[in-house]
């Protein structure tokens, strides 16, 4: 089978899949969230390996199912708890290090809790924004999903079709100005046309639009660009190859490791 029909495989079947998920919310929508934790996370520290770094995937495994749990039941937690948990996550991965007798524990340290920072804290507020969804009968979450997928098309098609001058050659050679331009105003309308037509649930006021433009146009491509890094820094294109010819999951989640915090953040400040 061809790279193509295995692209559009993962496509016909993936998206759907993903829609249907974030209809169901609850712990349909959080086992979903948690694997892409887990998986995202297993390849973020497959990569450094390539490296020569060795990160504590057990403790890595631990503090996913935590901050899964965390953000499911984060209504009723204290902040007093978060900090306990995230202040004995870092005690445990410095003591256990100091016994592991491997090369380079610095790195190993500094992977392992940055590994967990990076991934699992940041994607598992896609399952705090499901939560708000839930409570709040909105479809901010939908809204996310819709949003980023349509910038990385736009980028994709300006940028192959249009695009000449490239925006950071250093770390993505095939990303152009043209494209993430594109991006950016296809995010715009894209949440316009949601907004007008009452799908998201609240009805937003223009700054509002224009952040969450912002945080899917513009955080959300620079995602991309911090997981393009990490690839270029060991040499590799994809960070897995579990979803055929689309690459690993952290190919397919790096957008939504920026922007989905940030929504997380704008509905806790303006709600």
């Given at each position: 089978m061809s790279i193509k029909s295995n692209r559009s495989i993962v496509i016909l079947?993936?998206?759907?899949?993903?829609?249907?998920?974030?209809?169901?919310?609850g712990i349909a929508f959080g086992i979903f969230v948690l694997l892409v934790m887990i998986l995202a996370l297993a390849e973020f520290y497959a990569i450094t390996k390539l490296k020569g770094y060795y990160p504590q995937q057990w403790i890595g495994l631990?503090?996913?199912?935590?901050?899964?749990y965390l953000f499911y039941f984060a209504p009723k937690l204290e902040l007093f708890y978060i900090f306990v948990i995230c202040s004995v996550m870092v005690m445990f991965t410095l003591f256990y290090e100091m016994f592991r007798n491997k090369p380079n524990p610095t790195e190993n340290f500094g992977i392992t809790l940055g590994g967990i920072f990076y991934l699992p804290l940041l994607l598992g507020t896609l399952i705090g924004i499901r939560n708000f969804d839930t409570e709040h009968t909105t479809n901010f979450t939908f809204a996310l999903f819709i949003g980023v997928w349509i910038c990385d098309s736009a980028a994709f098609i300006a940028?192959?079709?249009?695009?000449?001058?490239?925006?950071?050659?250093?770390?993505s050679p095939n990303k152009t100005v043209v494209g993430?331009?594109?991006?950016?105003?296809?995010?715009?309308?894209?949440?316009?046309?949601?907004?007008?037509i009452g799908f998201i649930g609240f009805n937003l006021d223009t700054a509002q639009i224009i952040l969450l433009s912002l945080i899917t146009g513009i955080f959300g491509q620079a995602g991309d660009f911090a997981e393009s890094l990490f690839k270029?820094?060991?040499?590799i294109k994809d960070s897995g190859?579990?979803?055929?010819?689309?690459?690993?999951?952290l190919d397919r989640f790096d957008s939504l490791s920026i922007?989905?915090?940030?929504?997380?953040?704008?509905?806790?400040?303006y709600y």
């Open positions: 079947l993936g998206i759907p899949g993903i829609l249907l998920l974030t209809w169901l919310g631990i503090a996913v199912l935590l901050i899964a940028g192959k079709y249009l695009g000449k001058k490239k925006i950071y050659p250093r770390i993430s331009v594109a991006g950016l105003v296809f995010a715009f309308l894209t949440y316009i046309i949601m907004n007008r270029r820094d060991a040499k190859s579990l979803l055929l010819g689309h690459g690993g999951v922007a989905s915090p940030l929504v997380f953040i704008f509905l806790n400040y």
